[in-house]
């Protein structure tokens, strides 16, 4: 879509920052650290998705409440990160007081005092990566420039998680994600030449990309091409490979 | 292309939903992006709205134009929103006048460089499924041609939309909002999956998704999703 080229070179600033910074802290950690800090929001909070809903484990939250937003919607089944991964769109409640979505996550969040959540989905196509969830003590609408921000900090969010989990390890490949058409095509190819979902297919093909030194959109365009294919024996795309 | 090939391109356009490919953000997208090109405006978008009359942006010509509308939602004013309750078409003389009728939503507009919004229905008769708001740098109001213009682009839309909608056999219109959303890249990894199961290419796996969507009447985000799920390719198989 349109949205995401403007915002590239601010996802890359993001990025660029986590990755530099560190010591003992995880990158979702400080993902969610830098978003609370960057936008007038009491906290941040990142968990996993899978296509049947929320998987139940927390990536990083900058404090309890912010964790027990992510567990209480996995307990119950319903609220905004649940909406938001099911669609596509951020979820944006800026008044929870006056709201009747979520009856049971509802009354939880406001018993806890949380006034306003908004709440991001990481996707990629029919990926669920997970979702960036932000909630506020005060009621009140997040502003554009922090509308933007939030949704670059989404993006960052989806290529941590991706990164975490494409087993690459070295922080200094961190960087956004590569949006071409062939990428998602070659990531259906390698779902059929392993025999792995989609999750699983991007996750091997960013490995190879980075076990090789090349772009994720030039091996892509390779698969597509046919001039790769992806088997198990190959080195770099074996799933040992990966921590 | 000139101005009248290109607006009488566009009516075609989007008097075509009885395509089996039809993708609704695509359509939406085209109605912005040719709001753009046709009418004296800088920026474009459309919310409409589900069966519980929540409202949903689905398509912009810029990044600026979904923000503004997601903003609107969000704090709930702005003309596109007072369009879509009122049904009529929604504009302000100036940005005095904006501002006291959607004090925060102007404030955000101006900043980021737009001095103009004004929201067109798209309804037919009793219905409004929502509307388009378009957004221009300069200050002051779209001509009267413009405006008859525009409007007669969202009203074709609508008709269409209306039209497409019935086909698809009471499927409501949220369910198809939430298909589409997500419709693009899924596409994509769609075509990667068929093309490497049957040994097509990728052209060609978009043209048996397409007539696999086509001869068994379905929506072509849905034959991808089913792809991607691995529970349509024998059937897509036989069919060739």
Known sequence: ?243 | MSREQLLATTFVDLADTLVANFDLIDFLHTLTSRSVELLDVDAAGIMLADPNGGLHVMASSAEEARLLELYELQSNEGPCLDCYRSGRPVARDDLTAMSASWPAFTEQLRGVGFHSAQALPMRLREETLGALNLFRAEPGLLSEADLRVGQAMADVATVSLIHERTIAAGELLATQLQTALTSRIQLEQAKGVLAERVGLRMDEAFEVMRSYARGHNRKLTDVAAQIIEGTLVDEILRAK
């Open chain 1, 1 to 243: 879509m349109d949205s995401g080229q403007r915002r590239e070179p601010r996802v890359a600033e993001i990025l660029s920052v986590l990755a530099r910074g560190g010591g003992q802290v995880s990158l979702p950690s400080r993902l969610c650290a830098a978003c609370l800090s960057a936008l007038p929001v009491s906290g941040v909070g990142a968990a996993l998705m899978t296509v049947d809903g929320p998987s139940g484990v927390v990536l990083a939250a900058t404090d309890h409440r912010a964790r027990q937003v992510e567990e209480w919607q996995f307990a119950l089944g319903e609220g905004p990160c649940v909406e938001a991964s099911n669609g596509s769109q951020p979820v944006l409640e800026p008044d929870l007081a006056g709201s009747s979505r979520w009856p049971r996550f509802g009354a939880a969040v406001r018993d806890a005092g949380i006034r306003a959540l908004f709440a991001f989905p990481l996707r990629v196509g029919a990926i669920r990566v997970g979702v960036l969830d932000l909630y506020r003590d005060t009621p009140g609408t997040l502003a554009l420039p922090d509308l933007t921000e939030a949704l670059a900090f989404a993006d960052a969010a989806t290529a941590v998680i991706l990164h975490l989990r494409d087993g690459s390890g070295d922080t200094a490949l961190l960087g956004p994600l590569d949006g071409r058409a062939e990428v998602h095509q070659a990531t259906g190819m390698i779902t059929i030449q392993l025999g792995v979902g989609l999750t699983e297919a991007l996750l091997r093909l960013r490995a190879y990309a980075y076990a090789s030194g090349r772009t994720v959109s030039s091996v892509a365009a390779d698969v597509v091409a046919r001039r790769l294919h992806f088997d198990d024996n190959q080195a770099g795309t074996s799933r040992h490979d990966r921590p």
